[in-house]
């Protein structure tokens, strides 16, 4: 599952100002978590604060975050089926901070998963991505990140709040359509092209929060939880079951 729960600390938010707040909000996302029951969660727009309440209120989870730096995209596992072997957090572009924007500095968590029944490993990466501009900061940090994600021996997953549509330079360039420009204003060709999960069972879709898995991997059902409650959040999860 990708759910970004809008950003929430201290009362101050991001996002639709009509929403309740987060203290009533948080147990809208319980219900939804516990009713579908994702094996592997990532989370955008998860304030330290709200990453404490998702951990209480879904104690069958272990949450991935690095508490030495400000990342708000988190990622949740059952801990009855995974053990993490490896995580992280890096910087996917190196655009100056614009103070009162979401224009910026971006980061990207992952963690490496072993399946303790089998010994299987695979990797989850999670992003939200800038939302203004001209998108060149959202191209930069695709660039950066499937360099990352080129090092990667085992099946890799990607979600997140890509903040563009499937049509975008970006998407194009994750799907293995498209070069782009790294940040040495360099065309690079996306060595890890992915299908988007929800395009392969519904493609009139046209979102801009992804589940993306590398080619080899199969896409066995996917869904865009609309009908969901639409007081738990400004976005709707998006959901998939996948088979390595």
């Not at 060709?189 to 929060?209: H, M, T």
Request: glycine share 6%; with cysteine; hydrophobic share 35%.
């Amino acid at each position: 599952m990708t759910y970004n729960v809008m950003w929430e600390e201290n009362g101050v938010r991001a996002g639709n100002k009509s929403l309740p707040v987060w203290r009533e909000r948080r147990y809208l996302v319980r219900d939804i978590i516990k009713k579908y029951a994702p094996d592997i969660i990532g989370f955008q727009e998860a304030s330290p604060e709200q990453q404490v309440g998702l951990s209480a209120d879904n104690p069958e989870y272990d949450i991935v975050y690095d508490q030495t730096v400000n990342n708000t995209s988190p990622i949740m596992y059952k801990t009855s089926r995974f053990v993490v072997e490896d995580s992280g957090t890096f910087v996917l572009n190196s655009v100056p901070e614009q103070s009162g924007t979401n224009i910026g500095l971006r980061k990207a968590t992952f963690g490496k998963f072993k399946e303790t029944a089998t010994g299987r490993m695979f990797v989850v990466y999670n992003i939200h991505l800038d939302h203004r501009g001209n998108g060149s900061t959202r191209q930069i940090s695709a660039v950066r990140l499937a360099e990352k994600m080129a090092t990667e021996s085992e099946p890799v997953l990607l979600t997140g709040d890509f903040n563009c549509r499937e049509n975008s330079p970006t998407m194009q360039f994750f799907y293995g359509h498209k070069k782009l420009n790294n940040d040495q204003s360099v065309f690079y060709d996306n060595p890890v092209p992915f299908l988007d999960a929800l395009k392969v069972i519904s493609p009139n879709f046209n979102l801009i929060d992804h589940v993306l898995v590398k080619k080899k991997i199969k896409v066995v059902s996917a869904t865009y939880l609309k009908a969901e409650n639409r007081q738990a959040s400004d976005h709707f999860p998006v959901l998939a079951a996948v088979a390595f």
